[in-house]
Nanobody, 112 residues
Protein backbone atom coordinates (compact mmCIF):
# COMPACT_ATOMS: atom_id res chain seq x y z
CA UNK A 1 0.00 0.00 0.00
CA UNK A 2 1.42 3.36 -1.05
CA UNK A 3 0.58 6.37 1.07
CA UNK A 4 0.28 9.76 -0.61
CA UNK A 5 -0.14 12.91 1.45
CA UNK A 6 -0.94 16.17 -0.30
CA UNK A 7 -0.51 19.64 1.10
CA UNK A 8 -0.58 23.25 -0.01
CA UNK A 9 -4.16 23.78 -1.07
CA UNK A 10 -6.08 26.87 -0.12
CA UNK A 11 -7.58 30.03 -1.53
CA UNK A 12 -5.99 32.38 -4.00
CA UNK A 13 -7.16 35.30 -6.09
CA UNK A 14 -7.27 35.05 -9.88
CA UNK A 15 -3.77 35.65 -11.20
CA UNK A 16 -2.21 34.41 -7.99
CA UNK A 17 -0.02 31.41 -7.24
CA UNK A 18 -0.15 28.29 -5.13
CA UNK A 19 2.23 25.41 -4.66
CA UNK A 20 1.03 21.89 -3.97
CA UNK A 21 3.16 19.05 -2.68
CA UNK A 22 2.59 15.32 -2.44
CA UNK A 23 4.76 13.11 -0.27
CA UNK A 24 4.84 9.43 -1.16
CA UNK A 25 5.79 6.48 1.01
CA UNK A 26 7.95 5.09 -1.80
CA UNK A 27 9.90 6.46 -4.74
CA UNK A 28 8.05 6.81 -8.02
CA UNK A 29 8.75 7.26 -11.70
CA UNK A 30 5.24 7.81 -13.01
CA UNK A 31 3.36 10.26 -10.87
CA UNK A 32 1.40 13.41 -11.25
CA UNK A 33 -1.48 15.69 -10.45
CA UNK A 34 -5.11 15.55 -11.43
CA UNK A 35 -7.95 17.89 -10.59
CA UNK A 36 -11.69 17.52 -10.26
CA UNK A 37 -14.09 20.43 -10.37
CA UNK A 38 -17.68 20.14 -9.15
CA UNK A 39 -19.76 18.21 -11.64
CA UNK A 40 -16.79 17.26 -13.79
CA UNK A 41 -14.61 14.22 -14.20
CA UNK A 42 -11.14 14.05 -12.78
CA UNK A 43 -8.60 15.19 -15.36
CA UNK A 44 -4.87 15.32 -15.77
CA UNK A 45 -3.03 18.52 -14.87
CA UNK A 46 0.62 17.46 -15.08
CA UNK A 47 2.63 14.33 -14.56
CA UNK A 48 5.99 12.65 -14.85
CA UNK A 49 5.49 9.85 -17.38
CA UNK A 50 8.83 8.10 -16.98
CA UNK A 51 12.41 9.35 -16.94
CA UNK A 52 12.40 13.12 -17.16
CA UNK A 53 9.42 13.21 -19.48
CA UNK A 54 6.55 15.41 -18.40
CA UNK A 55 3.03 15.77 -19.71
CA UNK A 56 0.94 18.89 -19.11
CA UNK A 57 -2.67 19.64 -19.86
CA UNK A 58 -2.79 22.19 -22.67
CA UNK A 59 -4.65 24.64 -20.46
CA UNK A 60 -1.80 24.89 -17.92
CA UNK A 61 1.24 24.91 -20.18
CA UNK A 62 3.44 27.90 -19.42
CA UNK A 63 1.74 28.56 -16.09
CA UNK A 64 2.11 25.35 -14.06
CA UNK A 65 5.33 23.51 -13.34
CA UNK A 66 5.63 20.02 -11.93
CA UNK A 67 8.81 19.07 -10.11
CA UNK A 68 10.15 16.34 -7.85
CA UNK A 69 12.89 15.89 -5.32
CA UNK A 70 16.04 13.85 -5.98
CA UNK A 71 14.73 10.92 -3.97
CA UNK A 72 11.61 10.93 -6.15
CA UNK A 73 9.35 10.67 -3.15
CA UNK A 74 7.86 14.15 -3.32
CA UNK A 75 6.18 15.72 -6.31
CA UNK A 76 5.21 19.38 -6.36
CA UNK A 77 3.04 21.52 -8.56
CA UNK A 78 3.72 25.23 -8.85
CA UNK A 79 0.60 26.95 -10.14
CA UNK A 80 0.93 30.51 -11.40
CA UNK A 81 -1.50 32.93 -13.01
CA UNK A 82 -4.37 30.89 -11.68
CA UNK A 83 -7.84 31.16 -13.13
CA UNK A 84 -11.26 31.00 -11.52
CA UNK A 85 -12.10 27.83 -13.45
CA UNK A 86 -9.15 26.04 -11.84
CA UNK A 87 -11.06 25.86 -8.60
CA UNK A 88 -11.02 22.15 -7.86
CA UNK A 89 -9.82 19.39 -5.64
CA UNK A 90 -6.31 18.43 -6.69
CA UNK A 91 -5.13 14.85 -6.30
CA UNK A 92 -1.75 13.28 -6.74
CA UNK A 93 -1.62 9.86 -8.31
CA UNK A 94 1.11 7.27 -8.32
CA UNK A 95 1.08 5.12 -11.45
CA UNK A 96 4.53 3.63 -10.98
CA UNK A 97 3.46 0.06 -10.29
CA UNK A 98 0.77 -2.42 -11.27
CA UNK A 99 -1.67 -0.65 -8.95
CA UNK A 100 -2.49 3.05 -9.02
CA UNK A 101 -2.73 5.05 -5.82
CA UNK A 102 -4.49 8.33 -5.15
CA UNK A 103 -3.94 10.89 -2.46
CA UNK A 104 -6.85 12.20 -0.43
CA UNK A 105 -6.97 15.46 -2.37
CA UNK A 106 -6.40 19.07 -1.45
CA UNK A 107 -8.90 21.80 -2.24
CA UNK A 108 -7.92 24.84 -4.26
CA UNK A 109 -10.25 27.81 -4.57
CA UNK A 110 -9.55 30.60 -7.02
CA UNK A 111 -11.79 33.51 -6.20
CA UNK A 112 -11.70 37.24 -5.82
Amino acid sequence: QVQLVESGGGSVQPGGSLRLSCAASRSFNVMGWYCQSPGKERELVAMFVGGNNIRYADSVKGRFTISRDKAQTTVSLQMNSMKHEETAVYFCKDESGPLNYWGQGTKVTVSS
